[in-house]
């Protein structure tokens, strides 16, 4: 089973470049969403989305897009990089019930992304 | 919003049992759940606790007490491979019902 996938693992972009981290699911979950993890600081949700056609903003949204065309896929765009945006980006996905709230979450295997 | 806070470093010996404690402050609360992350790998999911109480799976086992705000993860016979870090997250309700995580726990364990 494929789970969730990422790519690319590794990218190294100059400031000011943009580029977009490919996430897709294979479970048919409702719910997806991206982090970014920082030393010391956790996981930090960056945008989610509960369904196709349907996206929010998580506690990080500035300088990240995303868009949900179909169930499967979940592109994060970076509009224009910058240095504090190095960071790993994990995708993650889970069932998503309104009131069932004992959904795991699955994630990638995450990207290493440092801006120069 | 959510606070979750966790040590940031322990250190066990083989064998051994310790226990990583998580307390949380949240505006709203549907469940916590803990994760295992080996260095360089993704978080994967160990358990989750909605109610007071104890929930055991193996070796693993976490606590949960909603009106003191606190949870803790009990790791029994310690063995090399558990030497990673232990992500506590709580999940909010409305918007999404998102899940907020702590800094994590980096757990060494020692021969």
């Known amino acids: 089973n494929a789970g969730v996938t990422q790519t690319p693992k590794f990218q190294v972009l100059k400031t000011g470049q943009s580029m977009t981290l490919q996430c897709a699911q294979d479970?048919?979950?409702?719910?997806m969403s991206w982090y970014r993890q920082d030393p010391g600081m956790g996981l930090r949700l960056i945008h989610y989305s509960v369904g196709a056609g349907i996206t929010d903003q998580g506690e990080v949204p500035n300088g990240y897009n995303v868009s949900r065309s179909t169930t499967e896929d979940f592109p994060l765009r970076l509009l224009s990089a910058a240095p504090s945006q190095t960071s790993v980006y994990f995708c993650?996905?889970?069932?998503?019930?309104?009131?069932?709230?004992?959904?795991?979450?699955?994630f990638g295997q995450g990207t290493r992304l440092t801006v120069v | 919003g959510q606070n979750i806070d966790q040590p940031t470093e322990m250190t066990a010996t083989e064998g051994a049992i310790v226990q990583i404690n998580c307390t949380y402050q949240?505006?709203?609360?549907?469940?916590l759940f803990w994760y295992q992350q080996h260095a360089g790998e993704a978080p994967t999911f160990l358990s989750y606790?909605?109610?007071?109480g104890l929930e055991e799976k193996g070796r693993f086992s976490s606590f949960l007490s909603r009106s003191k705000g606190y949870s803790y993860l009990l790791l029994k016979e310690l063995q090399m491979k558990d030497s990673a870090s232990y992500l506590c997250?709580?999940?909010?309700?409305?918007?999404?019902?998102?899940?907020?995580f702590g800094g994590g726990t980096r757990l060494m364990v020692k021969p």
């Open positions: 997250a709580v999940r909010g309700i409305g918007a999404g019902n998102m899940l907020t």
């Open positions: 606790n909605v109610l007071d």
């Open positions: 949240t505006s709203g609360f549907n469940g």
């Open positions: 993650a996905s889970s069932r998503w019930f309104i009131g069932q709230p004992n959904t795991e979450a699955f």
């Open positions: 479970m048919n979950h409702e719910y």
